[in-house]
């Protein structure tokens, strides 16, 4: 049962450790691929899965910030630029509406003056009017007087004269 | 420093029982280092995980150097288990070897060819399965008449150099790390100034050893891609 031997090298052949050997290492084998290799592989993959993801979503949020802020200033630009387009409107607006105002409170007075002395000229026409029918009126009076009766050359002029008085005191 | 072992015949076979305990040893210590490692596994990984997958990283390194990944993923489970097997095998007979009445119980299952050269045969036929498997009968039959029909032989006997030199390499330096360390020991023991002087040599040499188990480890399973991807690959 026992042989002396040099270290561990043994006399004749140990079938059963060839054996033995080979069955415990396969058995390690597939134990350590069931219960260890494959864990530790799977967490691996899926590491490398998570950071892929991870960086690929970093990636898209940067495009994404990118397009946002692109947009941001054309926004930005464009409201500027309606705002100085409405101020600019504005103050055209004020002007010209300045300039109206002034021109029609111009063309009023213009038309109130017009009128005024239209009014001016037709009262002048009417009382010239008036003085001319009263003129007649007296002309025919002192014609009619004259005529009605003869008078001497004095009592003619303190008739004339009272008539003129007359004519005075009506005006 | 001669040593017996026990054998034991059993349904026919012969069973060296110190080298079936430190297989069972070194078997059970690396699936304990692997399955403790991957209990408690995260997405961001700590202490032994770590180390795992550095290993992990540094097979997929051997395997990457040999042959292109999609070829070679299928052996990382292989490398893995062949370069932790190896190293913790190589690994235990350092601190210590247990010698009951004349008979050496605790040593390296590597410092013992039987085991070595049953590795080193496993991986050759494993490198002829998977030639075969991948590639065809055919095209697997046709590379042993390449680049000459007349170096067929050479290729043959190139064959079974490879397993030899596979298994003698690792036995070779383990048995000769435990040799020496035996006789240090044995230097150590017999005397006050002898035990002074053996010290030093001792620590010198079991570093060295350390350092040999680990690259023995790495050469093992790197050969092993190699004959693998000389199988395996269409590109030669």
């Known amino acids: 049962m026992q042989s002396l031997i040099l270290g561990a090298a ?44 991870e960086i690929d979503a970093a990636e898209q949020s940067r495009q994404e910030a990118k397009t946002y802020l692109e947009t941001q200033v054309e926004e930005l630009k464009k409201a500027r630029e309606e705002a100085k387009a409405i101020i600019d409107n504005a103050k055209k607006q004020g002007e010209a509406q300045g300039e109206a105002i002034i021109k029609a409170s ?26 001319r029918q009263e003129v007649a009126a007296l002309s025919v009076k002192i014609a009619s007087k004259v005529i009605a009766k003869e008078l001497d050359e004095s009592s003619q002029e303190k008739l004339i004269n009272e008539y003129l008085q007359e004519v005075g005191e009506s005006r | 420093m001669e040593h017996g072992a026990v054998t034991k015949d059993f349904l026919g076979l012969t069973f060296n029982l110190s080298n079936v305990l430190m297989i069972t040893v070194s078997s059970v210590i690396v699936f304990l280092i692997a399955v403790l ?17 550095w290993v992990v990283d540094f097979v997929k390194g051997i395997i990457g150097s040999t042959m292109d990944w999609h070829t070679g993923g299928r052996f990382l489970a292989l490398g893995l288990t062949l370069i932790m097997y190896i190293f913790v095998a190589n690994m235990l007979g350092l601190p210590f070897a247990v010698v009951v009445d004349h008979n050496l119980w605790w040593k390296s299952p590597t410092a013992d060819p039987t085991i070595t050269l049953t590795l080193a045969v496993m991986v050759v036929a494993l490198s002829h399965y998977y030639g075969v498997r991948m590639k065809g009968f055919k095209e697997y039959g046709a590379e042993f008449f390449k680049p000459m029909k007349f170096l067929f032989p050479l290729k043959i006997i190139e064959e079974f150099a490879n397993t030899l030199t596979l298994g003698l390499r690792l036995y070779g330096n383990i048995f000769a790390g435990e040799m020496l360390l035996a006789l240090l020991a044995g230097l150590g023991t017999s005397g006050i100034f002898q035990g002074v002087f053996a010290l030093l040599p001792m620590m010198v040499w079991q570093g060295f050893s350390i350092f040999v188990g680990a690259i023995q480890a790495f050469i093992f399973t790197m050969l092993t891609m190699v004959y693998l991807a000389h199988k395996v690959s269409h590109d030669h």
């Open chain 2, 37 to 53: 490692a991957t209990r408690a596994l995260s997405m961001r990984p700590g202490g032994m995980q770590n180390f795992l997958e």
């Open chain 1, 10 to 53: 043994t006399g004749g052949i140990n079938t059963g450790d060839i054996l033995f050997q080979l069955v415990s290492f396969i058995i390690l084998l597939v134990l350590l691929r069931k219960y260890a290799w494959g864990p530790l592989m799977g967490i691996m993959k899926e590491r490398q899965s998570h950071i892929n993801s």
């Open chain 1, 106 to 131: 111009r063309d009023e007075a213009e038309r109130v003056k017009e009128a005024a002395l239209a009014e001016i000229a037709s009262e002048k026409e009417k009382a010239v009017a008036t003085l």
